[in-house]
């Protein structure tokens, strides 16, 4: 969202149409692009769980319901590759 109103404010400054690039504008105004968000939450090591689109079917997106299932293990199995490996059956199935 922050990238949007980024962008909507460099084409207002420089009276670009909408269907320009935005790149050479940004050039123009010796701006940069807002960096993205990054996936993880830094304190927790949490996946950061985007905004569903759609109450019916976004909530079953692989993108919303992969990093949410995620979130929900213990920490424990989300320490290494090795101990998820090891321990995911056995924290499923127990």
Do not use: C
Not at 64 to 75: E, G, I, R, V
Not at 85 to 94: A, G, I, P, R
Request: aromatic share 8%; hydrophobic share 45%.
């Amino acid at each position: 969202k922050l990238q949007l109103v980024q962008n909507t404010a460099a084409r207002i400054l420089t009276r670009t149409r909408k269907f320009e690039h935005i790149t050479s504008v940004f050039a123009s105004l010796h701006w940069l692009h807002v960096p993205p968000h990054p996936l993880r939450s830094q304190e927790a090591d949490l996946l950061i769980i985007p905004r569903a689109k759609t109450k019916s079917l976004g909530n079953r997106a692989f993108s919303y319901s992969a990093p949410l299932l995620w979130n929900k293990l213990p920490a424990a199995l989300r320490d290494s590759i090795e101990m998820f490996k090891s321990q995911l059956k056995t924290h499923l199935f127990s």
